[in-house]
């Protein structure tokens, strides 16, 4: 693709994954293009009243593919004063609340798009997913509003706005919003040959998370081989959460140390674990059962933790009964089990027989 006026070329896309010490894929490539010619008029774009906003892009495919560097590297490069990259559900929680203080209002969704963005042009969802029926309706109104206000939207899935909300009892929920999304944006493929996560390559430094590690079970030589220092009882401690709070193990400094059982067997919720990673820099979960074991809750809960602490990119120990293949299988697993076990499979195993659980 040619260069355009404003510099935006594939060579932006092309530098950063230099950079980052890897080439993109034929599917990350023409990703790529796509998101140039969007970068290209967007920057150009004067908001005039009545004018539509540039025609966003929905990436979409399986784990690891790298569809968070792209949006990541466009968000970074693009140059407009109005842009937010946020966690979808963050955002959608806050309109939730939002939409529900103005619903007698005439334009209740406008309002609290326009509360929560103000002048904002281009927003960023990484992570896009539905999985509660009652979540449907309300995530249409979202996007709706959204390109009512003439926000452009970048999102990135695991799943195709046709396989969204994928239990067929509730599928028919989320088909207005996939309709919305198919009419409103484009629909990019990006299914590269496997999970990058799964092959580091030698030299590139390390994330924070994957400065961890998976411990089972999580005997005294394992935990100190870690750096990790059991907590005294005397060190147990409530970690305020609002109005409620939540049972720590202990709290040094910016490091937690929680429980499976307080923390992804209690009412907490995704926006709960977003302020928890925000406070603390340096987790460490003990007690975690083979997920088969748990309720289904939990087990969604810890998938969502994991989730939170790879994209904020916190250390992230785990002390589990089980290696972490085991932990990972069964009946009545979440329905993206698949993404928590390519981030998990970022942290260094510290086991009694690590050859004989090698990942798959
Ligand atoms: N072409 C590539 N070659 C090697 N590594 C890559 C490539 N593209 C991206 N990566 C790296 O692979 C890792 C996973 O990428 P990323 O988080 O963007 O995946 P994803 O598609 O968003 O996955 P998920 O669906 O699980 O969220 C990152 O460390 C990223 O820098
Ligand atoms: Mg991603």
Request: net charge positive; proline share 7%; with cysteine.
């Amino acid at each position: 693709m040619a260069g355009t006026p404003h510099g935006w070329t594939p060579e932006v896309f092309r530098v950063a994954a230099r950079t980052a010490g890897f080439d993109m894929d034929a599917s990350q490539d023409a990703a790529a293009a796509r998101l140039v010619r969007l970068g290209d008029e967007i920057s150009r774009r004067r908001p005039l009243f009545g004018r539509s906003a540039p025609r966003g892009v929905y990436i979409w495919g399986p784990v690891g593919r790298g569809k968070s560097w792209l949006a990541d590297t466009f968000y970074a490069a693009v140059p407009v004063a109005g842009k937010r990259r946020t966690h979808f559900h963050e955002f959608f929680r806050e309109f939730h609340r939002r939409y529900a203080a103005h619903r007698h209002e005439k334009h209740a969704g406008d309002r609290a798009v326009r509360e929560l963005l103000g002048d904002c042009r281009l927003v960023c969802f990484d992570e896009f997913h539905v999985h509660d029926p009652g979540d449907a309706t309300i995530m249409a109104r979202v996007v709706h509003s959204l390109l009512g206000q003439r926000i452009t939207l970048v999102a990135t899935s695991n799943y195709p706005p046709t396989g969204l909300l994928p239990n067929p009892l509730f599928h028919h929920l989320v088909e207005p919003l996939a309709a919305t999304l198919h009419r409103s944006l484009d629909i990019v493929e990006v299914a590269g040959p496997r999970d990058y996560r799964r092959a580091r390559r030698p030299g590139t430094p390390a994330a924070e998370f994957e400065r961890g590690g998976y411990l089972w079970p999580g005997t005294g030589d394992q935990l100190a081989r870690a750096g990790l220092v059991s907590p005294a009882p005397a060190e147990q401690q409530r970690v305020r959460l609002g109005a409620r709070a939540v049972t720590a193990r202990a709290v040094r400094g910016d490091a937690v140390w929680f429980d499976f059982a307080d923390l992804c067997d209690g009412p907490y919720s995704t926006i709960d674990y977003l302020s928890l990673a925000d406070r603390f820099r340096d987790w460490t979960l003990s007690g975690l059962p083979p997920l088969s074991t748990t309720g289904r809750d939990a087990a969604q809960r810890f998938a969502n933790l994991v989730d939170v602490l790879c994209d904020r990119d916190r250390r992230l120990h785990l002390v589990a009964a089980v290696p972490r293949t085991v932990c990972l299988t069964g009946d009545r697993l979440p329905p993206d089990i698949q993404r928590t076990a390519s981030r998990l499979a970022l942290l260094p195993e510290i086991g009694t027989a690590p050859a004989a659980v090698a990942d798959q």
